[in-house]
């Protein structure tokens, strides 16, 4: 794919009326991505629907292989068996697949991409790229400055996801539970595997047999890959939170050579896609409220653990964007 | 004090209009502790209002030291400023003032005490006792029959606290702020530090200037002084989240020995005060919304983490009840 000034491109997107596929619209409008087509498609159900892009409605179109001649970029942010039959027919037909699922992320020959952490692994594709769980990103981002200027040890995180994490269904289902429990009610949950109104659910996604999540376990695999790190140290815990937009991460770093925070501070801000809100002397932190809308990483608490010469540090970042859709638009905007 | 059958004693509670007080009413109720007079106690501001207990109406009066003639216990459930103040007017009136604010607890000669952990501490106090912070008590209820197992090395914890640790104003304020929301606006935030609908705020009381919260620093020291353990190494984020009963803990636990999750569970099953809700083939595990209203610390997803020898475990628990009232009726019940 050449860089031609003033080239336009086809884009289309898999998956264009859920959460993170209404989110890719914005950002490609936001950062102007030279849209000469745009292909909105999605399952059977949706077909006939249409989206905004630019001011004007476009018809969502089908999600089938012919949908995809000629296209040069497809965003697929649907269901990982929607990727799994259909990223192989962008690529057969010259495109690039920029996949949100799971399926293809430890594929040897998918790189798994946080452009501004590893954008030289898009060198070599085979027409599939894959973009990383939304809680890998912003963990793996805020862990490679640390990681320049110290050397990474070990890592332990625990999360603290929004609803939107599971899409729309997700943000539905907060939203009809805190209605119902405002009228002295209690709905039964069906997205997560608990009530998640005025609760915190210690699964996101579901158990595997290690009695793991499979959320818990891409931690890991995804962060090793992306930082070509695989025997880093990653203890995790993922929990769901009642909260709309933005995920948190409360994270506890080991590095090589010691490091002090207003070292840490000093290489994070300097990071690009990373704003640091640290300040205890005027109340101030990052919080996911205060992410959602953003394309930045936010970060702050960080501080030296009391016993030994960890960093703490709390992390938050708009899930369906720099999570989802900006590292989407960012790995094709790389690929140009 | 002496132990004879039927005896009756009188009962004082400061505080006894607040989150915790009210508690305080129905679990001396629940345990038929022996309450021969109540005398529910307050600031200025709340004398007149009346709380109800055994079924009767009981006016509330002033908080004052004469209020303590004569009685045996006197729990303590307000600000710090009024235990500092009365708590030594009980203790030289021969009463026991049983505080739950933090203005006693690292008084060498206070006992702190969680009463399935060191109720031995109580053996010897000057009529002040202490009951640890709410995050602190469910940590080391969990903690001890690991130890007692195989011995502590560090810890790292993440809480997902309640509103309610704020007391009432917490409660209040979260309700406000979804009833905005769901009206489309938005209300600052006065008890937090930032919006807690729909959202997690990294901070829980207030900012030391080291950087840490006062609530932190809280868990590392009465931890230690509770288990007896001067060196033990705990680090620590404390998160406040949109939660109104219920706080929860992310638990990482480094041993002496190895100690298998089975053992874990085992040893965690087994001990007064620990319900374990652990099954992950059930989609079982436990939440703050199941532990609201009860008295047990419920412990879950307990499992070896993937790099080391070290144990996860999830521990929620009603901040209001185990984290505070239940635990200060125990301690009476076992200075009986």
């Not at 849209?35 to 179109?61: D, N, T, W």
């Not at 497809?74 to 962008?90: C, D, K, N, Q, W």
Request: hydrophobic share 40%; aromatic share 6%.
């Amino acid at each position: 794919m050449s860089a031609e000034s003033g080239r336009q491109y086809v884009v289309a997107i898999v998956g264009a009326t859920g959460a993170v596929g209404e989110v890719l619209l914005r950002v490609l409008e936001e950062r102007r991505f030279p849209v000469g087509e745009l292909r909105p498609l999605a399952s059977e159900r949706s077909v006939g629907k249409s989206i905004s892009f630019r001011g004007e409605r476009v018809v969502v179109a089908e999600a089938r292989p012919d949908a995809f001649e000629g296209a040069d970029f497809v965003f697929f942010a649907a269901t990982g068996t929607l990727s799994r039959e259909l990223a192989p027919e962008v690529a057969r037909r010259g495109g690039i697949a920029i996949d949100k699922s799971s399926t293809w992320r430890l594929d040897e020959n998918v790189p798994l991409v946080v452009p501004e952490v590893n954008a030289a692994a898009l060198a070599k594709h085979s027409g599939i790229v894959a973009v990383p769980n939304c809680t890998t990103i912003p963990l793996v981002l805020a862990l490679e400055p640390i990681r320049r200027a110290a050397g990474l040890r070990s890592v332990v995180v625990t999360t603290l996801q929004s609803v939107s994490g599971a899409g729309k269904p997700g943000l539905e289902e907060l939203e009809r539970q805190l209605e119902a429990s405002a009228r002295g009610e209690t709905l039964a949950p069906e997205t997560f595997l608990a009530p998640i109104a005025h609760n915190a659910v210690p699964v996101c996604e579901s158990f595997r047999d290690d009695g793991y999540t499979t959320e818990e376990r891409k931690l890991l695999d995804e962060s090793r890959k992306i930082l070509e790190a695989p025997e880093l140290d990653v203890a995790m815990t993922c929990v769901r939170v009642p909260v709309p937009v933005g995920h948190s991460e409360s994270v506890l770093v080991e590095t090589e050579r010691p490091l002090s925070p207003d070292e840490a501070r000093e290489a994070l801000a300097s990071f690009p896609g990373i704003s640091v809100r640290d300040d205890p002397s005027r109340n101030l932190f990052p919080t996911p409220a205060d992410a959602a809308g953003q394309d930045d990483v936010f970060v702050g608490r960080i501080r030296r653990d009391y016993g030994s010469q960890r960093l703490w540090l709390w992390i938050v970042c708009d899930n369906l964007r720099k999570g989802a859709a900006t590292n989407g638009v960012q790995v094709a905007e790389a690929l140009l």
